[in-house]
Structures are given as C-alpha cells and as structure tokens.
C-alpha cells in the first residue's frame, strides 16, 4: 500500500523536482537547477508530496508532486507574480503545482491546495492567487480553480492576444 506524505521541500528533492517540472514544461515554465533554487530560497511555502510504500527503505521514497509559492515582495520577477503584488498585500501566490503523470486523479493536488489553504489561515494570510490559461483554453484548470472558490479579478495577454492568462483569488480566511 502507498502513502503519500506532503513535506517542505529541501535540497535534496531538487533533482526530482526539476524532472516533474520537465514533464509538464508547457504548463508551468522552464526551470534549471539554479533557478529552482532561487525560487526555493525566495518562496513562502515549497512543499512535496512524496510516496511511501510498504515495501520500500526510506532512501526509495518518490517526490511525486510539488507546490511553490510566493508571498508579497519577494523580488520575484515573474509577470503574473508582479501583477498580483501590484494590487494585493496579504496574499500567498502559487507560481506552480506539479502531479507526476502516475498518480493523477487520485487527489494529491487537492491536498496541496488543502495543505495551502491551512497554512494561509494559520498565518491569516487573507488571499491564495493563480491563473490559468484562457488562450488556449484550460478548461481543467478552469474548474478546478472554481472548486476552491478562486474567481476571476484580471487578465493579462501578450502582444498578439495568442496567450490570454485568467488572474484568479480565493479568500484563505
């Protein structure tokens, strides 16, 4: 039997981090090494899922999904980040979930969302913020966002109007 484990990320998931971040590159963004160590080193909230079986030693435990988050006015040069920072002040903004391919659809998403909305209210921090594509349409992501209670309150698009990102909040309170 599996048991999945939700933990702060450290060093050492690094590589296993980069690798799932690779597999889902058209959804979240490129990220080496260095990069994900600054953004580990600059978020609030970096946390894995990891999967223990029965069978296995503890050096075979498998990151299976993460979660990185920003709060307000971490020098974090993402777009979507600086438009939410812009406007908000107690927040936390998640800059990208990742589910290994394996194990989606068995609710380890919803227990980082789950895991981040507690944190939040643990620290009365007022907002969680996302967005998800518009152009071209995600429509999963869509409603999952709904789910958690997030609605729309911007959009930002490129210069050609061939991306058009859907600013979403949901009060954590």
Known sequence: MTEFVIRKATLNDFGQIKKLNDDFVNFTSPMDLPKLEQLHNISAYHRVIESHSAEATAGDNKVVGFMLVMAPKCQYQSENYQWFDRRYQNFLYVDRVVIDKSVQGIGLGRRLYDDL??????????HICAEFNLIPANPISAAYHKSFGFHQVGRLSNDDQSKVVSMQIANAM
């Open 117 to 126: 909305f507690h944190h939040a209210r643990t620290y009365k921090i007022g």
